[in-house]
């Protein structure tokens, strides 16, 4: 068996890696058959992950290495289109945001639309299960809980809804009062959201009722299009407000688990990074990882840089001014190849490296090939992708933005998917931020790619649903 084969068989070994194609990507695109056929053996195989729920579904496990330091061209292809936004609904948007969520046990996926429609679809031919309408468009990335077998997502509207999974029937419908574009959490029978108005719910799962809500008033003159999303770990929820500030509250009850609020702005004011901050907003949905024996919450001011929090108790453990305008941010996990294979793959893609590339794989490899590597990866619409060293937050690697921006990054088989709007979607490696691979499709995609295994869908804004197959080295 190769090193390819090998690693991917270690992190997931009830998934197959389509054994009877070809080396390359093109093989798949050129026997639509036989990648349908792999795709269908692949999801069946994931059912055991069934279990997986709205709370969790935010983290993934990668191969060793990543695989692609020994690259061949055409690793990723289109397997199936389907669209979606009905044109003439979509109100003037010219923008679909929000992303998939899949059931990997029934082979179904659920996604929204500019036109106010939530679809269920055949992950393996893209045919329509049913559509739900709401009363405006829908940018919230559903939540699938396979307890219930229930789709939550919120809609520009103001509502979050619940539906049957199994034929679209709708369970509850709760007003907020302001548009929701982040995804839910489900969590111990409560429903945690956000909405546009700064406010924070917990809504019983059951019947949709609040149990209890928290808000801040929004920050005064210009704010940034999106907000941050919750995320909660353990008995807290966390996220963060227009105003700058990230709350840490209790599910329970939602009182504040932290000392005080943390203000990322006043923090930046006092020690002189900011002198006039124009805009407040902390737009990312935090994320939380234990780092060595630290559990850490990480977060980004759009103007003041990215930062990381204790968790316990919202305490500064470091902070990067230099990475500015995050709107997502991702943990991507894997573990280091040797120094002589890095150094081959890096030679074998022959590709110009991003700012800090070099510096990137020596602070990898120093840690040895069996430590596992976490890398804090920030998307930017002013600057590109970062990839920060979580422990310090040095920075490893700067990729520039493309003209016309980019949207949030996806780990996919040990590598990272982004989708840009003008160039199509590309495959990064996470090391040193190279290009492994790209598909020119025509369209332009602002909403975060998903991945299951070695497959992986995109919303493009034109309202048309990609689907795509890997093939990684071996």
Known sequence: ?????????????????????????????????????????GLTSLASLAGVGCA????????????????????????????????????????????????????????????GGMSALDAVTLRSRWRFQTGAGIHSEPCYEPSEDAVYFGSNDGGVYKLRAADGK???????????????????GVVYVVNANDTLLALDRADGKPKWFRQRSPASGMEISGYAGPAVHGGTVLTGFSDGVVMAYRTTDGSEAWPAPV?????????GVADAIRYLDVDTTPVVAKIDDTELVFVSSYETGTYALHLETGAEAWHNEGVVGVTDLVMWSGRSRSEGE??????????????????????????????????????????????????TGAEL??????????????????????????????????????????????????????????????????????????????
């Open 1 to 41: 068996m190769s090193r390819g084969a090998e690693s991917i068989a270690q992190f997931q070994p009830e998934l197959p890696l389509f054994a009877d194609a070809p080396r390359g990507s093109r093989s798949v695109a050129s026997s639509p058959g036989r990648a349908v056929l792999g795709l269908a053996i």
């Open 56 to 115: 969790e579904a935010g983290l993934v496990s990668n191969p060793e290495g990543p695989i692609w330091a020994h690259h061949p061209s055409g690793a990723m292809a289109v397997t199936a289109r389907r669209e979606l936004a009905i044109p003439h609904d979509r109100a003037g948007e010219s923008y679909e945001r929000a992303a998939v969520a899949i059931d990997p046990q029934h082979r179904r996926l659920f996604v929204g639309t500019s036109d």
């Open 170 to 188: 709708l369970v509850w419908r709760a007003g907020t009062n302001a548009e929701i574009l982040r995804r839910p959490v489900v969590r111990d």
């Open 263 to 271: 203000d990322l702005n006043l923090r930046a004011t006092e020690t």
């Open 342 to 391: 890095a150094k081959g793959g890096a030679e074998a893609r022959g590709a110009a490296k991003p700012k800090g590339a070099s510096e990137a794989r020596g602070a990898v490899e120093a840690r040895g090939a069996a430590e596992p590597t976490r890398i804090l990866i920030a998307s930017s619409g002013l600057t590109g992708i970062f990839a920060l060293d979580p422990k």
């Open 397 to 474: 690697w700067h990729r520039e933005l493309p003209a016309g921006g980019l949207s949030a990054v996806e780990p996919w088989a040990g590598a990272l998917l982004v989708g840009t709007t003008r160039y199509g979607l590309f495959l990064v490696h996470p090391l040193d931020g190279g290009v492994v691979d790209g598909i020119a499709s025509g369209a332009s995609f602002a909403a975060r790619p998903v991945a299951h295994g070695l497959h992986a869908y995109a919303l493009s804004n034109a309202g048309v649903l990609v689907a795509l197959g890997i093939v990684p080295p071996r």
